[in-house]
């Protein structure tokens, strides 16, 4: 049985791409082209496709469409397939319910294999999205959204100063110069946020600010604060 599949991005170049690789794969029948997330959601009521090859960060796109997706069409499972991901845009796609998570600079047989694999019902992360992963301290198999509690945090105002600079990416040494404190007072603050915010790694850090408007997640990338 061939696989139906999607492919949803916005850029042409992208799709144009992914078309021409699984043009001759035999058990890949594309059945929609998607630019947007409207398209999207029309494609999956419309065609129920066994999987979806999706760029959530894209312009047009988010997290929310692989969630409402699955809500729209159990039968569909999604791949994501972005530019090296931030931490921000792995939780999103691993709580929205994504099978798979592979770069756009994977090879080609190993892009193929995703959809393939996730097809058949495993799941599917490139070897660089896993050293990703691993970096950013996160279970794939275990993200939920306990790691930030619902109930009241009292942070002050010094802490929100420093989280918001962790979220931004500054090291130790910079958010420790730019606050005209000690590197040691930094990592005594990080620490007692951690606590109160029952978290244990700065993905989950970056998850709070970014959710109570202190950063954006376009501004933290893998290299991270440096201790």
């Known amino acids: 049985m061939r696989i139906r599949t999607v492919l949803a991005d916005h850029a042409d170049l992208a799709i144009i791409g992914l078309r021409q690789l699984f043009t001759d794969v035999p058990r890949v029948q594309l ?16 065609e129920r496709p066994d999987v979806v090859l999706l760029d959530h960060t894209a312009l047009g796109f988010g997290a929310e469409h692989i969630r409402d ?4 069409s ?9 530019h090296e ?3 921000i845009a792995l939780l999103n796609a691993l709580r929205s319910g994504v099978s798979g998570y592979i770069r756009k600079d994977c090879d080609a047989e190993e892009i193929v294999s995703s959809v393939l694999a ?11 999205v896993l050293e990703a992963i691993e970096r950013a301290a996160i279970d794939p ?21 420093v989280i918001a600079l962790i979220a931004d990416g500054l090291s130790y040494t910079r ?6 404190l000690s590197a040691h007072t930094v990592t005594t603050h990080r620490k007692n946020i951690m606590q109160k915010l029952g978290v244990n790694n700065t993905a989950a850090l970056v998850m709070y600010a970014v959710k109570h408007g202190l950063s954006s997640p376009n501004k933290f990338l893998f290299n991270g604060p440096q201790r």
């Open 141 to 161: 198999m275990k993200v939920t959204d306990a790691e930030l509690s619902c109930a009241p945090v009292t942070l002050t105002e010094r802490e929100y100063e």
């Open 74 to 82: 159990r039968c569909t499972r999604f791949v994501s397939i972005t």
């Open 175 to 180: 958010i420790a110069d730019q606050l005209n």
């Open 69 to 72: 997706g699955i809500q729209l």
């Open 118 to 128: 996730t097809a058949d019902g495993e799941r599917f992360f490139c070897g660089k």
């Open 85 to 87: 991901p931030t931490p």
């Open 31 to 46: 059945v929609g082209e998607a630019r947007d997330g409207v398209r999207l959601m029309e494609l999956l009521s419309l």
